[in-house]
Protein backbone atom coordinates (compact mmCIF):
# COMPACT_ATOMS: atom_id res chain seq x y z
CA UNK A 1 0.00 0.00 0.00
CA UNK A 2 1.20 3.27 -0.78
CA UNK A 3 0.60 6.34 1.70
CA UNK A 4 -0.19 9.78 -0.40
CA UNK A 5 0.85 12.60 1.50
CA UNK A 6 -2.33 14.66 2.39
CA UNK A 7 -3.60 17.40 0.19
CA UNK A 8 -2.34 20.89 0.58
CA UNK A 9 -6.64 22.00 1.43
CA UNK A 10 -6.66 19.83 4.09
CA UNK A 11 -3.44 20.60 5.60
CA UNK A 12 -4.46 24.22 5.19
CA UNK A 13 -7.96 23.66 6.99
CA UNK A 14 -6.30 22.10 9.77
CA UNK A 15 -3.89 24.75 10.49
CA UNK A 16 -6.64 27.16 10.39
CA UNK A 17 -8.77 25.21 12.96
CA UNK A 18 -5.89 24.47 15.34
CA UNK A 19 -5.33 28.61 14.99
CA UNK A 20 -8.48 29.37 15.92
CA UNK A 21 -8.90 26.84 18.72
CA UNK A 22 -6.02 27.85 20.41
CA UNK A 23 -7.03 31.80 20.01
CA UNK A 24 -10.81 30.86 21.23
CA UNK A 25 -8.81 29.50 24.16
CA UNK A 26 -6.94 32.54 25.09
CA UNK A 27 -9.36 34.89 24.21
CA UNK A 28 -12.45 33.03 26.59
CA UNK A 29 -9.61 32.86 29.43
CA UNK A 30 -9.12 35.86 29.84
CA UNK A 31 -5.55 34.57 30.87
CA UNK A 32 -2.43 36.62 29.96
CA UNK A 33 0.11 34.48 32.39
CA UNK A 34 -0.25 34.63 36.12
CA UNK A 35 -4.10 35.15 37.27
CA UNK A 36 -5.03 38.38 38.54
CA UNK A 37 -7.31 38.50 41.54
CA UNK A 38 -11.28 38.88 40.80
CA UNK A 39 -11.07 42.11 43.25
CA UNK A 40 -8.88 44.88 44.61
CA UNK A 41 -6.59 43.35 47.46
CA UNK A 42 -5.79 46.76 47.69
CA UNK A 43 -7.16 50.44 47.68
CA UNK A 44 -7.35 51.16 44.11
CA UNK A 45 -7.70 55.24 42.91
CA UNK A 46 -10.03 55.11 40.23
CA UNK A 47 -10.22 58.92 39.51
CA UNK A 48 -13.45 61.60 39.70
CA UNK A 49 -16.53 59.95 41.12
CA UNK A 50 -17.85 62.51 38.58
CA UNK A 51 -16.79 60.34 36.10
CA UNK A 52 -19.58 57.64 36.77
CA UNK A 53 -23.24 59.05 35.90
CA UNK A 54 -25.71 59.17 38.15
CA UNK A 55 -28.47 56.48 37.14
CA UNK A 56 -25.18 54.64 34.67
CA UNK A 57 -22.33 52.75 35.42
CA UNK A 58 -18.67 52.91 34.19
CA UNK A 59 -15.67 49.56 33.57
CA UNK A 60 -12.45 50.05 35.10
CA UNK A 61 -11.25 47.43 32.87
CA UNK A 62 -7.24 48.18 33.90
CA UNK A 63 -7.98 48.11 37.73
CA UNK A 64 -11.55 45.00 36.72
CA UNK A 65 -14.30 47.24 38.37
CA UNK A 66 -17.32 48.28 37.60
CA UNK A 67 -18.86 51.38 39.63
CA UNK A 68 -22.75 52.13 39.41
CA UNK A 69 -23.89 55.83 40.89
CA UNK A 70 -27.81 54.31 41.10
CA UNK A 71 -28.57 57.74 43.25
CA UNK A 72 -26.71 60.88 43.30
CA UNK A 73 -23.25 60.45 45.50
CA UNK A 74 -24.40 56.73 46.14
CA UNK A 75 -22.01 54.12 44.42
CA UNK A 76 -21.78 50.36 44.36
CA UNK A 77 -18.94 48.61 42.92
CA UNK A 78 -18.16 45.02 42.10
CA UNK A 79 -15.54 42.95 40.19
CA UNK A 80 -14.98 43.54 36.16
CA UNK A 81 -14.10 40.15 35.90
CA UNK A 82 -16.86 37.24 34.73
CA UNK A 83 -17.73 35.00 37.11
CA UNK A 84 -18.19 32.24 34.31
CA UNK A 85 -14.72 32.18 32.31
CA UNK A 86 -12.84 34.70 33.83
CA UNK A 87 -12.87 37.49 31.11
CA UNK A 88 -12.92 41.06 31.67
CA UNK A 89 -16.39 42.61 31.19
CA UNK A 90 -16.45 45.10 28.26
CA UNK A 91 -19.49 47.50 28.02
CA UNK A 92 -22.63 48.50 29.96
CA UNK A 93 -25.65 49.07 28.19
CA UNK A 94 -29.06 49.44 29.18
CA UNK A 95 -28.81 49.22 33.03
CA UNK A 96 -26.37 45.43 31.90
CA UNK A 97 -23.00 44.44 31.98
CA UNK A 98 -22.01 42.29 28.94
CA UNK A 99 -18.81 39.82 29.25
CA UNK A 100 -17.43 39.56 25.51
CA UNK A 101 -16.63 36.43 25.70
CA UNK A 102 -19.92 34.28 26.35
CA UNK A 103 -22.63 36.48 26.40
CA UNK A 104 -22.83 36.90 30.15
CA UNK A 105 -25.18 39.62 31.57
CA UNK A 106 -25.46 41.46 34.95
CA UNK A 107 -27.37 44.14 36.47
CA UNK A 108 -25.20 46.84 36.75
CA UNK A 109 -26.69 48.00 39.92
CA UNK A 110 -26.46 44.67 41.81
CA UNK A 111 -23.73 42.52 39.94
CA UNK A 112 -26.44 39.53 39.33
CA UNK A 113 -26.26 37.39 36.92
CA UNK A 114 -29.57 38.66 34.37
CA UNK A 115 -28.05 36.06 31.61
CA UNK A 116 -25.37 32.79 31.46
CA UNK A 117 -23.52 30.61 31.09
CA UNK A 118 -22.49 32.67 34.23
CA UNK A 119 -24.42 31.67 36.94
CA UNK A 120 -22.73 33.83 39.95
CA UNK A 121 -22.92 37.69 40.67
CA UNK A 122 -19.90 39.39 40.08
CA UNK A 123 -18.52 39.78 43.59
CA UNK A 124 -19.35 43.54 45.42
CA UNK A 125 -16.44 45.54 45.76
CA UNK A 126 -16.05 48.19 48.70
CA UNK A 127 -15.59 51.53 47.23
CA UNK A 128 -16.10 55.02 48.55
CA UNK A 129 -15.63 58.89 47.86
CA UNK A 130 -12.58 60.50 48.94
CA UNK A 131 -12.23 64.17 47.80
CA UNK A 132 -13.88 63.83 45.01
CA UNK A 133 -11.99 60.98 43.79
CA UNK A 134 -13.72 57.55 44.19
CA UNK A 135 -11.56 54.22 45.63
CA UNK A 136 -12.34 50.71 45.67
CA UNK A 137 -11.10 47.90 47.41
CA UNK A 138 -10.71 46.77 51.25
CA UNK A 139 -10.84 49.58 53.70
CA UNK A 140 -12.30 51.68 51.32
Known amino acids: ?3 QPPARRTVLRGAALAGAAGFGVAACSG ?15 LGAASAVPVGGAKIY ?4 VVV ?3 AKGQYKA ?15 EDGKINC ?12 KVLRGPADAPLPAVP ?8 VAGPDA
Do not use: N, W, Y
Not at 80 to 87: D, I, L, P, Q, S
Open 31 to 45: KTGAKAPATPTAPVD
Open 1 to 3: MSS
Open 100 to 111: PCHGSQFDAETG
Open 68 to 70: AQP
Open 127 to 134: VKTEGGKL
Open 78 to 92: FSAVCTHAGCVVDKI
Open 61 to 64: REKR
